[in-house]
């Protein structure tokens, strides 16, 4: 079954850059939108980046400019490269993708990845 496993999170100092790689795996027939979610202690999970199948994005606007998002469809794998991290980017960060299957290609199922912790200090 298909299944998002996530990898580069860890602790930063403030300024400093990490990047978030997430891999989808199983019996894929086709991903369309892929994004990357964050939820820090006592809030509520917002959306951070998204894109398309096409590499169109879109940010919420406090990460514009230091957050890249990117994806390789012949990896089924989506990237978060973060740079310039503040204190306030501290958060679990959650991949999320929209995966057609055999049985569901006509309409994709949404998963999710475990979250991996990203921890900035100042």
């Known amino acids: 079954q298909v299944q998002l496993v996530e990898s580069g999170g860890g602790s930063v100092q403030a300024g400093g850059s990490l990047r978030l790689s997430c891999a989808a795996s199983?019996?894929?027939?086709?991903?369309?939108?892929m994004a990357w979610y964050r939820q820090a202690p006592g809030k509520q999970r917002e959306l951070v980046a998204s894109i398309t199948r096409s590499s169109n994005t879109n940010y919420k606007n406090s990460v514009k400019g230091r957050f890249t998002i990117s994806r390789d469809n012949a990896k089924n794998t989506v990237y978060l490269q973060m740079n310039s991290l503040k204190p306030e980017d501290t958060a679990v960060y959650y991949c999320?993708?929209?995966?057609?299957?055999?049985?569901?290609?006509?309409?994709?199922?949404?998963?999710w990845g475990q979250g991996t912790q990203v921890t900035v200090s100042s």
């Open positions: 999320y993708a929209e995966i057609g299957t055999a049985s569901t290609w006509w309409r994709p199922s949404e998963y």
């Open positions: 199983g019996s894929i027939v086709s991903i369309n939108n």
